[in-house]
């Protein structure tokens, strides 16, 4: 089974669409690191704490080699949060996808090889694995760029792609 790191950013946008459920009925392994769910607010960690538990969400801690990585990895992009470091070191460390959008992340992980997807293939995977159907991932890609994350920034044309197909 396919391992993907889940960021802060695209787990607290899953939390604010309550997509939740639709997210980790999908046929992969997830893990964060234990700096990313520090990184959300307390209600956020509540909302994730059922898949914690049940260990579809898988929670890392860092150990020391782990953090010293991290700041190296800090040191050389410094425009990196130490949460962001993290993801991309747990995302080399088990050769696994890295789910971002956060844009500096992402053009990091592309420059370096590291297998990386953003909101828009979260969406495609719910609609293709049946998880969403495709008229409710329309209406909650529009509830995402235009209420939850309006600094999102996701390409129109491709947006509009999916809203074309997914409302037929």
């Given at each position: 089974m396919k391992i993907v790191v889940n960021d802060a950013n695209i787990l607290i946008d899953l939390v604010?669409?309550?997509?939740l459920p639709q997210f980790?009925?999908?046929?992969f392994e997830f893990f964060t690191t234990s700096l990313i769910l520090e990184e959300l607010l307390e209600d956020q960690q509540i909302e994730l704490e059922t898949y914690i538990?049940?260990?579809i969400l898988i929670v890392e801690e860092m150990s020391a080699i782990d953090l010293v990585a991290i700041k190296?990895?800090?040191k050389s992009k410094p425009k990196l949060s130490q949460q962001d470091c993290s993801a991309y070191h747990q995302a080399?460390?088990?050769q696994s996808i890295l789910i971002t959008s956060d844009n500096v992340l992402r053009k990091y992980a592309i420059a370096t090889n590291?297998?990386?997807h953003g909101h828009l293939w979260v969406f495609d995977q719910m609609v293709v694995q049946k998880t969403l159907t495709p008229l409710t991932a329309s209406q909650?890609?529009?509830s995402l760029c235009e209420t939850i994350n309006t600094q999102l920034k996701l390409p129109k044309?491709?947006?509009d792609k999916r809203h074309d197909l997914w409302n037929k």
């Open positions: 604010e669409l309550k997509l980790f009925a999908l046929k538990k049940q260990r190296t990895i800090e080399t460390t088990k590291i297998h990386v909650k890609l529009t044309t491709e947006c």
